[in-house]
């Protein structure tokens, strides 16, 4: 707790012997109510920098208590740009609560005043607190209120900390959509996730909306962008033998998410007839197969999801008023576009390039290179920046501070989706160059676990996703093949597409991706020839067929 005084420490020490979330107190001298009974645990700060000591010696905190009013020296506050003292102190709360944002943001916080100003609860969405509570003063502390709070925080917490590998990253933005995210999750509430192409809200609706639910049915997902208006209504309602030509009996996609979660992702693709069928069993809790008169129930999560102002669309007529309504737009989540939380950009990285290694044809690629290079121990992967730590296990892949900055000041049109790629792409052309380097001596097995990220790759890359893409119509003739699965299928008919290619430009990288990707080629020539690679050819037999000399 962080208070400039004592009295509402000691009120909510007394209260916190009757919970047990831990058994740490570090009070100094005797206990004001308690005698230090086990499960009793109360870290307290009086100023902003004993705030940072106590962080700095428990790891493990939980939640913060965070009074909005302090009294103390100036010399005892936290840095602002308010030059009126009297106000420094009065905001002094909103103060620390910036700086445990900027230096713990995935911290709790629950930020408590005795007094109501105009100001204090908008300050406090801004920077993401979890909980705001008016308390009346020592003689009306509700400690079972204030106790009920902190039980609420923490069931959050514990609920969902990273859901199904889910990377919220510590930007306030990102702490208030996963307290948001996590509280509706559990209401009947329909909820309406908003953000550009790529923000990830399929991914959160699928890995933190779902588990939070606690519902024992299915997640289903639907992409309306993908689906024929003609066919909409028969993909969410279910047909019935007949219904029209060559329909069958089958469920629909709200039947099979009942008791479950349904994603409606861009729903502003919902033809107006299903937006009225939509509304219907929304609010009935029931459906009708299309050739069927008897509605059958159903119990479903809606989450909908939109890149495009549904809003705007209610307006012009292309969305019905009262589904907008009903879709609960006044709870709406909105995912921040990855330009505007650079400050996650690590994190996610280094998420992303476990995952890239995590299993497949990449970590097939890591576990070569660690054997070529004598690396003994588990095999994992880490980021750094700048430079690697001493010691470690595993591959670090390094990436410069300059290139990081570039990363940070780059548009990200495609946000988390283009980031992974980037990660991934950038990681396996730097381990494809190691593994070279291993396999031809020219690497120490002192040098081997640092594996760095060239600055030029990264500089193509990220050039390579600004390049505008130029449609030219080729014809090429492949033959087809039977094989066990249609993914051998796809890549067998990938691979003469690539063989072709790498014959009509005498093995021209570059002039392959211009044909493939468009623009000039060459920041995509590294991706193209790393796709050759993943598919099992061979620049040097190809060049030797086709020159036998």
Sequence with gaps: ???????????????????????????????????????????????VQEADDALARHADVDVVLLDVA?????????????????????LQGIDILAHL????????????????????EDAATALAVDEFVTLAGAEAFDARAL?????????????APEAGGYRFGRT?????????????????????????????????????????????GQFVSVDLAAIPPTLVAA????????????????????????RGTLLLDEIGNLPPEVQRMLLVALEEGRVTRLGESAPRPVDVKLVAATNSDLAASVHAGGFRADLHARLNPSARLTLPPLRERAGDLEELMRAFLRRTFAAGADRALLAAYTDAAGIGGPLQVDLAIGRAPQGGHGV???????????????????????????????????????????????ATAASARTIPIPAKLVRDLLAGAAEPRVAVERRMAVSLSPAPTLRQVAQEMERQVYRRLFEETDGDFTAMARRLLGGDGASGARRVQLRFNQLGLSARRLGRRRDPK
């Design 1 to 47: 707790m962080i208070d400039d005084g004592d009295r509402h420490i000691e009120l909510a020490h007394r209260f916190l012997r009757d919970y047990d979330y831990a058994t740490r107190c570090d009070l100094p001298g005797p206990c004001w109510t308690c005698e230090r009974r086990p499960g009793c645990t109360l870290t307290h700060a009086h100023d």
């Design 70 to 90: 302090f009294d103390l020296p100036v010399e005892r506050l936290a840095p602002s740009r308010e030059p009126d003292l009297a106000k420094r102190r009065r």
């Design 101 to 120: 944002r900027r230096a713990r943001g995935d911290l709790p916080v629950v930020l408590m005043t005795a007094v109501e100003e105009l100001g204090y």
């Design 147 to 159: 106790g009920l709070l902190v039980e609420r925080v923490l069931a959050r917490r514990r609920e």
């Design 172 to 216: 306030p933005a990102m702490a208030r959509l996963r307290r948001d995210a996590l509280t509706l999750a559990r209401t009947s509430l329909p909820m309406l996730l908003l953000g550009e192409t790529g923000t990830g809200k399929s991914a959160l609706a699928e890995r933190v909306v779902h588990p939070a639910t606690g519902r024992p």
């Design 235 to 258: 993909e969410l309602f279910g047909t019935a033998r007949g219904a029209f030509s060559g329909a069958v009996e089958r469920p629909g996609r709200l039947e099979r998410a009942h």
């Design 396 to 442: 670090v892949f390094v990436v410069a501070a300059g290139t990081m900055t570039a990363l940070r000041d780059h548009s990200w049109p495609g946000n988390v989706r283009e980031l992974g790629l980037l990660t991934a792409t950038a990681a396996v052309f730097a381990l494809a160059d190691a593994v070279r380097a291993a396999e031809e001596g020219r």
